[in-house]
Structures are given as C-alpha cells and as structure tokens.
C-alpha cells in the first residue's frame, strides 16, 4: 500500500526512537498503520499527532481517527485488525472461500461494535457474490446481532429485503418490509411494482399480441388482404400520422435528453403499429362490432405496450 | 427568476404538445372513421400522460433577472414593500469584512445584511459550509432558520471554550456579520424559505476553528472547521467524492455522509443531482437532515466544506443558489452570480467545477470552454501538480442508462487533453465506474492511453499519459445497471452504491471507492507523479 512503503523505513527508526518526527509524518504513519490493518499502532500515531499540534488541521483530523478507533476497542483491537485487513482486501480476493472464513473470525468475536459491522460487511459481500441464499442469512445473523446500532437496522432489514428480492421471493421480501414498518420505502415501491409486474406484464403482452392478431384475422378474412395493405402506400399521411404519434413523443423526450427517453423510444414503434393497425383494420372491414372490438383492443393495446415500455425500459424514471 | 425559465418550459411544451394533439386530430378527424379516431385519442392521451412526469423530470435552468447594483459596502437599494413593513430588496451584493472577494445574492424576495432580529424557530438549522474565496484562509457558511429571523453572524475563534462561553466578539472569539435571503422559487411568492450566509475571511491556514452561527442569545453548538495548507503546500490532504443524493434511498446519503466524516476526510466533492426537483424546497430539507442514528448530515458538512456541481435536477434553481455559497466570479455568458463553473485550490491540487446542463448548448463549446481554457492555463503544474474537474454528466461511462455524452467529449476533452487533467469526476449514472487513462478521441470513442498496473496512467516527466474518467454516484438516487465490456476505455464498472476518497501526498495520490452500505474497498489505485 501507499504509506506502508513510504514509512516502513521511517516507522523503524522511530520505534528506536532515533530522531524527532514532524506531526505529519506521525500523520502519515498513522494513516499508513490502518491501510495496514494495524489500528493499534494507528492510534498510538494519531495520539501523538494530536498531542503534537491540537490546534491543527492535522489534529482535527487525529480527533476523528482517535475517536472511530476507540470505539471500537473490543479484545484489544485484534476483532478490528481483523474487519479492517478483510474490508481492505481487493474485491477479486473477496471469494467465497474468504468469506467463509472470515465468518468463522466472525463467530469468535466479542460482541461489540465491530463484530455487527463485520456482519454486515460479510452479508454485503454475500450479496455482491449474488449468492442471496448466504446474503439472507447473513443479513438475519446482523440484524439479530444485539450491537447492531439502531441507526443501521432500516438498512439491514432493507438489505435482507433485497437479497430475498434477488432470490426470487418477492413475497417474502414485501412481508419482510411490512413486518419492519418499512411499507413506505422506495424498496418496498419497487418490489411491489415487480411483484405487479410479474402477474401483468404477461397479460399486457398478451394483450398487444392479440390486438395484432385480430388484425391480421380481420385482414386476411377480407379476401383482400393485398388491397388493405396497399392502402396504407395509397394514404401515406396515415402512415405519417402513425409515426407522428408514436413518434412525437419520444422525439420531443429525447430532445429535452429527459431520463426517460428510452421509455419512450420503446413505446414509439409499439404505438406507430397499433395506430397502422388500426388504419388496416378499418380498411378491411366495415362490420360495425368488428371495428368498435378492433378500437377498443387498441386503446387496451397502447395501455399495454405503455405499461410493457415503461417496466421494461423505464429504469431511469422517477415514477418506475 | 428561475420561475421565468421553468414556466416559459412548461408553456413550451405544453404548446408543443398541443400542436402535436390538435394537428393529429384535424388530420384524423377528417380522414378516419369512429375507431381510429377512438383509437388516436387514447394514443394521444396516453403520450400526454407519460409525456408530463417526463417533462416534471426535466430540469430548467434559473435565469435570475439582473442583480441590483450594489456598492462594496452592502447598501442594497431597497424597493416599496406592500405590507408596510420595512424595505424589502430583491438583491444584495458586498464585499465581507476582511475578505477580498464580493458576495451576490440570486434574486430573492427579500434580502440584506444581517440584524439582530428573531422570529421563534431561530435556532440554526442546515448549517455547512463551503468555499467562495481561497481554502487556505476563508470559509463561508450557510444556515436555515424561521422566517423572521434576520440574525445572520458567527462567531470563530481556535479555543472551544471561549467560543462556546461568548455571546458576541471578545477576547479570543471574533465576530462575522453575513446576510440574509429570504427565497421562494413560487412565481407569486409563496412559501418563502430563510436561508443565512456568512463569509469568514483572514484564516491561517492549516488551522482548526471553532464557531457558531446565529446571533447574540440565539447561537447554534460549535462546529469544527479546519482551513487548507498553504497553496503549494506538499502536506498530505484527502477529499471525497459522491454525487445523485436524489431520493434518498436506502438511506445512503446519511450513511455516505457518515463514513466519509469517519475517514476524516478534509472536504467534499458533489457532482449533482441532490434533489429529485431543484425547486423542490422539502427535498432540500432531506438533503440537509437526514440521519443515520445519532449521526446528522449536519455533523459532517458543518465541518467540511462541500463544493457542488449543478446537475440536471438541481436546475441551478434559486434554492440552489441562496443554500450554497462558492466562488462568484462572472464570466461571460455564466448566470447563477458565476456559481456555474468555477474553480479553487487546495493545498497543491486544482479543482475545476464545469456546469454541463445550460439552457444554450453552444456555451458549453464557447464562453465555458474558453474560461476553462483560460483557468488551466493559469495553473503552475510545478507548484500544484494535481488537477482534478467535476461536473454531472459524464464524457466516458458504461452505465446502460445514460449513454456517454458525446457532445461534451467535443467541447470539452481536447481541453483535459492540452492541459494534462489528471482526473475527471462524474455522477448522473447511479453508479462507479472508472476509466482506463484517456488521451484523445474520434468518432469511434476514447483513445485508451498507456496504462501501468491496475489501470493507472503511466507517467512521463510529470504528465500522466491519460486522464482517468470516475463516476462516482448514488447516494441515494436509484441505482442503474453497468455494462463494463461496452467500450475499451471502461476499466471497471460496479453497480452499487458507492463513495470515493482521495488521498494526495505530494506527488503521490491514492484514490479508494467504497461499497457505502458494508464501507469495503471495491477499486483502488496509487500512483506517483
């Protein structure tokens, strides 16, 4: 790491206690003690470099490091030593294997602070690997940790909310965020939004294939089927107003490079289709209950390839 | 006013929408039997009831009217108040005691220097602080009371004690007189808010204060502030880096917040987006009180100075402008009281702050570019070595949800590129991802520069091969999907909520991102100049 190369020599002579050391070089000693999973040595350093120059921006700084280590004090430091070097590891060596053991370390911590961070830190870790079945149980081991502060357990309820979510029980997930009084998140929202979404996004893209379906019914029943498709080239401002509709939208969207221009831009050539068949449709019968089931298919179909649209593609928009 | 702009928005689109729904139903009115004209009305609805949250998410850009003239002394000229009441002045300008720099307030409703006058909430509340003048000697501060508080002054000094014991300037404890702006982004004025403001001027640096704000009987607890090193100074400093508050889920905005100020970082770096709507004054309250268990955001921005970027749903909107005080100096075709792009330094690094969302396009290529030309030429590489840029929507990035702006990459890259930027920081995709070291560009994308180890810039007499493109975002706004294998130029792309921290050194800098939510290191990298 940075400061450990840069001091290691220095750090030697102080242990040795062979020339004064500057404040800042205390300082760096100290910040290059913690990037080295030793807060013991850390904190010794930032005492004298706030012992040194308290009126300092140095030691306003010592301060803070003084008084997030000290409350973290549990055996001597060695739980801490632990969290840090685990926390501080590149994510790449973070495998499974690593957290499993660090589970282990886990297991034989005193309770404290540091034993419900390091909790939490290990079901985050679950829940990159995407491994929802250890991030739930870890999220469970962390909210049942007695140190969990009170201020971190809306997040911790959230997370196990989530990792269930990626599990694929979203029913649990929305009990979950019920039971913890949570109803009003933007996590219980979205999880709500999908658990709709995966009863009704089959039934709005149902809805749009069998508005497609009856025209083209409707189309090759005519007998004609040739002539009502050369209709639209005969009409080409039917053509024209089609995409406008569809069009118009998403262009003015994109022009005002909104968020949500790609909700648009998928519902723009679903719209455009509906509308063109619709015009067909009208060309190829004139049975008025044809016509009047054909109109109210394509108003369901537009709500629906809308609501397909914005599910699918609306990520970015505030109402999604 | 910012409303000019934000309602001259709404009628445009509204009128363009209109001519879209009116010229569709002539065309098929005439043409078209019962069903497509059934069918074209519940399009058109349809798109009409998408197109207005579309449109509500759109940002509009505050065009204040022109500032009243003041003199340096703070005299605001005062217009005929209707209630009868004492003068109200729309605009403030004047120069603080002891600083060297004028401050200008957006047109508001109601603002002048402070007086001892207190309504009954005038406890201070939304205290943090920032930067208008040098980080070595100024800071400035800016707070949230009642309405008819007009009690805007601090009280500093470097003994807590006599700090905390005096109730105006004494022994050891000196006093700051600031203003007030009383600010409404309602066209009729409704639900005005208070904000106060007060510049300190005349710091030594490196030095650690204590200070309250307030007034006589009415001072806030003391906060802790410490002023930059020397320009120049080689002593070791470290900043972080987060942006997209908006929302503010999962908690995340407190709880960046929260580790940022546990790793004693020396300030902050905020590139946009901190509320949903930037005229939206009860998001702004969320972006001041959010907690995280006994901790406040205000515990964390009372003492660290945080620089902002203007981002698409800030809207330089004038609760932007009247929360947030930094450097004020106008150049051509800049609106906000020249709080669009601006610059300072810390220690012996450049920060630049760009504002990409302008209500003319052809600024960004234009009057913003040719002052960050003219702002990177002015810097000593020899005395400060670093120099980092900020803005909201980024040049290079692998999110799935906002494509890299290209038009920016014209404007602006060949700039980063003459001048040997080292870092270029980004938000507006919920996100982190970073770049490999970027030099050049055509249509095909970024040109991918020698890199060393992990991605960092090789560096040859002093000049990184590249600049390195960081997005850095989500600290409460939804997260979006990455797609790392997109471009060449990606180096690694994450998508979770995340912060950054820089640490510089001298020539040496280590920059660390955070998993927010577990505080693990998910990239890091160090490098020598």
Redesign the interface.
Known sequence: ???TA?FASMAHAQDEDLAPVAP?DW??RA?AAEEAADPRTALEDWRRVLAAT????????AR??IA?LEARDEADYVPLAGLMR??????AE?DAGVIENFEREISAMPPGVVRA?AR??V???WD?LDDSERAIAAWQAALADPDL????R??VL??LAQARMVGGDLPGAIAELDAADLGS???HRFASRRLRAATWLPVAASVVCLFFLVVAVLVFRSGRAVEVLASLKR?P??IA?AI???A??AL??AW?????S???AA?APC?TA??LG??L??EATDARSA??L??VL??AA??AG?YVS?VAYG?????A | MLTTLVLTTLVL?TL??TT?VL??LV??FQ??????R???L???L??LS??L??????GAVDTPDAATVMDDTGVEAPDSNVDGGPPRAPTLSYMPEGCTYMVSTPTVVDTARSRDEYGAAADPTHVHTSWAGPSESTFAVNWHTDNDTHASSLLIG?DMAAVMAADDAGVGVARSDGHYMLFTSSPTGLNPEMAHEVHVCGLTP???YYYRVGGPGHWSPAF?I????TPGST???SFGVTGDSR?Y???AW??VEHRM??R?V?FELFSGDAV?FGVAQDQWNQFFEQ?????HVQDFMA?HPMMMANG?HDSLAVNYLAQFALPQEVSPSEIGQGEEWYSFDYGNAHFVFLNDTVVNSAVLGGDEAAWLDHDLSLVDRTTTPWIFVMHHQPLYTCS???APDTTLRANWQPIFDRYHVDFVLAGHNHEYDRSTPINMFDAGGGHVAPQGANGVPVITAGVPSGTIYLVAAGAGA?L??VDPGAFATTYTGLS?RNYVTF?I?DR?L?MTAY?A????????F?YTK
Do not use: K
């Open positions: 790491m940075l400061f840069l800042v300082a760096r910040q308290p009126g300092s921006r140095l030691g306003g700084r803070t490091r997030w685990f926390l501080g590891l590149p994510p973070r961070e939490v830190a079901a985050g870790e990159r502060e009170e201020g971190d809306g997040l959230e997370s998140t933007p996590l009409a401002l039917r107003v406008l509709m569809g118009g939208p003015v969207v005002w490079g909104d968020d949500a790609a909700a648009f519902f719209s509906i509308v619709a015009f449709a009208g016509r009047a054909v109109g394509a108003i537009s709500l809308a914005v990520e970015a928009l505030p109402f | 689109t363009v929408l879209l010229t569709t065309l098929i043409r078209s039997s019962l069903m497509t059934s069918i074209a519940a399009t058109i349809l798109a998408l197109g949250p579309a449109c509500e998410s759109t470097t490196s030095t650690t802790e410490a002023t930059a090193p002593e070791p400093f929302g889920e999962d908690n407190a709880i100020m546990s004693a020396d949903q907690s995280e268990g006994s901790f003492g698409n799935t949800a906002h939804p979006y999907d979770l640490e050194d040496t280590h998993n939510l577990t505080d693990a290191v998910i990239d890091e160090t």
